[in-house]
């Protein structure tokens, strides 16, 4: 072969040598970007083996719809809390590993990729650990410890009396029934597991107080194997009792969480509520009862069908339901019956309300019926089917103002409530609405609501007075029989800095 030949030969193979030798490398780098998972448990008693350790696969995507303490909306809500949040007991299908742990307790998982992970350990009689989250990349993590919890399983019908304390870290099992009984206290520290059955009840006729911490929630739970949305538990304040008092508590899976009954009142402020049936919070009363304050503040709220019923409001009594963010409610976000006082600001309502297909009506994010003196100010109404949603009886003294109002069905829909038959006719200024699909505002039901709405100083998409009245306002140029909406002030722009969220 002669010298020229022999270099032709060599440019031929160069290809092919050039990536057998780059071969070992790749493979030795697939090899790198396979790291292990290690670390204990440790139990009660030093029963540490035996232990059933799972690795879940992270949410992809926390969303700001449900967590909205973020950059994105700082102003309401509380910064995403994996306890509160996370339960393993729904998490199948982002299984991705098991293991048992010895009798020294360790547990080891090998050859994972890179990636976002959460780790629970179980065991029968025991509590389950508090998640812990870990991340590969592009090295092996020790986990530490996760620690199994005592559990301390009530009498069935249990009533407390007396000071109770119930102990950080411990799961605490009600069998049936437990009432805190009259001039009883029940004190719940940060991060106690409350655990409930179907059909369970906690009656309070004394006074109950869970006021956990950032990162140590107190958790309320069905206790079922695979809890879901309508496990029927509750906590009932009776007309003897201390008002509900709430703090960094998370309330997941059931019928409804809290309940009072016939004395509306209490304090709720960084709970989280998930996967409710039926309400969130029900505080109910009666005109012939007394009230205590309602504040309702910082919370956050995702697949409730009505996550705050409040009704009897009296005169000259303090509500404050402000800076929550409540997302994904069917029936409402927050409904007012009967009240006569207070303030809905600066909450973010989102994907509240549906449609009912057969009756043609539908919910939204927040319903007012017999309402006075209420300002309902500085909120975000999103994605929703209606935005303010009005019974009967909503007189001019309820301001609605500088909201902002985007991707709804309906801004302001002007009902009626069949069992109190009545004119709604509230102040609705300085409003941003857009991108509203159908009626800005819609007078229904004009043969009752006979009263003329100011809605001046409003900026509506863009929209002339011309334009709004031919295709977004229906009032009596569409139906003689109903009053004008007057909006014959428009604003030019909509300045989001006075329209919307507080401080946004």
Not at 18 to 40: H, R
Not at 220 to 245: C, H, K, M, R
Not at 253 to 270: K, L, N, S, V
């Amino acid at each position: 072969m002669t010298r020229e030949s022999q270099a032709r030969s060599c440019l031929r193979l160069w290809p092919l040598l050039l990536a057998l030798a780059l071969l070992p490398a790749g493979c030795k780098k697939a090899e790198e970007d396979k790291n292990s998972i290690t670390g204990s448990v440790s139990a009660p008693f030093g029963d540490a083996g035996g232990v059933i350790v799972e690795v879940y696969a992270a949410p992809e995507f926390v969303s700001t719809d449900v967590w909205s303490a973020t950059a994105a909306h700082p102003e309401v809500g509380f910064l995403y809390d994996l306890p509160a949040a996370w339960d393993y007991r729904r998490q199948s299908s982002q299984l991705r590993a098991r293991d048992t742990t010895g009798a020294d307790g360790t547990f080891e998982f090998p050859d994972f990729a890179d990636g976002d992970y959460i780790l629970s350990a179980r065991k029968t009689g025991y509590g389950w650990s508090v998640p812990r989250a870990v991340g590969l990349h592009g090295q092996s993590v020790d986990a530490g410890t996760l620690a199994l919890a005592e559990v301390d399983t009530l009498p069935a019908n249990a009533v407390l009396t007396g000071e109770n304390r119930w102990l950080a870290g411990r799961h605490y099992i009600i069998q049936s029934r437990l009432s805190v009984a009259a001039g009883a206290t029940l004190t719940i520290e940060p991060g106690a597991v409350v655990r409930l059955p179907l059909d369970t009840k906690i009656t309070v006729l004394g006074r109950l107080i869970a006021e956990g911490e950032p990162g140590r929630f107190i958790i309320f739970t069905s206790n079922e194997a695979v809890p879901d949305l309508g496990d029927v538990w509750y906590i009932q304040f009776s007309l003897s009792a201390s008002p509900p008092q709430f703090r960094y508590c998370a309330f997941r899976y059931g019928d409804d969480a809290i309940r009072t009954d016939r004395r509306p009142g209490g304090r709720i402020e960084y709970c989280y509520f998930g996967s409710f049936g039926a309400q969130g919070v029900s505080l109910l009363g009666n005109t012939d009862a007394a009230m205590d304050s309602i504040v309702f503040r910082r919370n956050v709220t995702n697949d409730v069908q009505l996550v705050l019923l409040v009704s009897n409001v009296a005169a000259q009594r303090p509500m404050l339901i402000e800076r929550n963010a409540i997302y994904g409610s069917a029936n409402y976000g927050v409904k007012l019956v009967t009240a006569y006082s207070g303030a809905v600001r600066c909450n973010w309502f989102y994907a509240c309300g549906h449609t009912d297909v057969s009756t043609g009506t539908a919910t939204g994010a927040l319903y007012l019926f017999n309402a006075r003196d209420i300002e309902v100010d500085h909120n975000e109404f999103r994605k929703s089917q209606y935005g303010v949603d009005l019974g009967s009886l909503v007189d001019s003294s309820v301001h609605i103002h500088n909201n902002y109002f985007y991707l709804l069905l309906r801004a302001l829909n002007v009902g009626w409530t069949p069992e109190t038959v009545g004119p709604s006719f509230p102040h609705f200024n300085f409003n941003c609405i857009q991108a509203v699909e159908h009626y800005h505002i819609y007078m229904g039901t004009c043969v009752i609501n006979t009263e003329s709405i100011d809605a001046n100083n409003n900026y509506w998409d863009g929209f002339s007075e011309f334009g709004l009245r031919q295709r977004f306002l229906y009032d009596h140029d569409d139906d003689p029989t109903c009053p004008y909406v007057t909006v014959g002030t428009i604003l030019p722009s909509c300045n989001r800095s006075e329209a919307g969220l507080c401080g946004l």
